[in-house]
């Protein structure tokens, strides 16, 4: 197997930073998007922030070297984007007008089990793997029982955040080729066409005679300015620059961190439920994510040029 240390060496800090952001910082944009989406629009709101962020890493990648990008590169960030951004960011802003924000992450916790599913042909799971998802899965379960203190979502909203998932697990594979070699460059295409796609669904839903300037509350304003920096600008651009270079299996895991971050952050700031339960199934989630993330060990090893190494050591 190769080595991790001496394969990434100084990258390593920036790789657990970058973790760090996906795991915590998503985690905490969950309840943002419900505070945002009190007086602001769903589409429209993640076509603004997509745009605001996807703007500034743009001018910045071409003010630092990168080059002008395709026609192929645009319609594959429009693609990816469209996934990630329409499919996903904004119907979970949708739902979360009427689901809490822990519930909602928690359903989310599927995006490793359909980024396994959609490579089933390409790479087999190992059974530590295998055991890390049902590990990881369970916790959720445990933490949708009946009495674990958080609310039922009803069959429309789950059916909803089951395709944001699934939205996002293919956004995320696709995403992997047909983009810039720069990070930034990659990841401004990314949002400028989830903003494409998300303002073309607001206009579509009209969404436009929503949008009331005099109700909007600095609580949602402040959220918006969050999501666009902390949740879009840094943590995006960290989240593209990890599929690059780690297994995606191991980067997907974050989706099993940011159900216990979105729950306690929900239940700190947002007035959601907290339970025993809860805390127990945090435990069983965490588990897994460790499961997922070093399953790579168990793996053949492969030549760096053909398929990136999962960040274990």
């Known amino acids: 197997m190769i080595d991790w240390a001496h394969r990434y060496g100084s990258e390593r800090w920036l790789i657990l930073l970058a973790f760090g952001c996906i795991y915590f910082i998503w985690g905490s944009t969950y309840l943002a998007i419900r505070f945002a989406v009190e007086t602001l629009p769903p589409f ?48 979970l802003a949708g739902v979360e007008r009427t689901v ?37 899965l369970g916790g959720v379960a445990i933490l949708v029982t009946p009495g674990s203190g958080v ?6 909203s789950g059916a909803l955040l089951l395709l944001c998932s699934l939205s996002w697990a293919i956004g995320s594979l696709v995403s992997r080729s047909g983009l810039p070699s720069s990070s930034a460059l990659s990841t401004a295409l990314q949002l400028l066409g989830g903003s494409l796609v998300s303002g073309l669904i607001s ?20 959220a918006f300015a969050y999501l666009t920096v902390f949740g879009t600008l840094v943590t995006f651009t960290a989240y593209s620059w990890l599929l690059g270079r780690c297994d995606a299996a191991a980067v997907g895991s974050y989706a099993f961190v940011n159900p216990v971050v979105a729950v306690l952050v929900g239940w700190a700031f947002g007035g959601e439920a907290l339970s025993v339960i809860m805390i127990v199934a945090a435990v069983v989630i965490v588990a897994g994510v460790y499961l997922v993330v070093t399953s790579k060990r168990e793996r053949q090893p492969v030549v760096p040029e053909e398929a990136p190494e999962a960040c274990s050591s």
């Open 44 to 91: 429209m709101m993640v076509m603004g922030r997509c745009l605001v962020a996807g703007g500034v890493l743009y001018a910045w990648a071409r003010l630092t070297g990168a080059q002008r990008p395709t026609p192929s590169h645009w319609a594959r960030g429009v693609l990816t984007g469209g996934l990630l951004f329409g499919g996903g960011q904004a119907v």
């Open 100 to 136: 809490d924000s822990g519930l909602a992450a928690l359903v989310l916790a599927t995006i490793p089990v359909w980024m396994i599913v959609l490579q089933l042909s390409s790479q087999r799971p190992t059974a530590r793997t295998i055991a890390g998802v049902v590990l990881g």
């Open 151 to 156: 609310a039922a979502v009803d069959p429309l």
């Open 203 to 222: 206009l579509a839903s009209g969404e436009l005679g929503e949008l009331n300037v005099a109700i909007l509350t600095p609580k949602s304003l402040f």
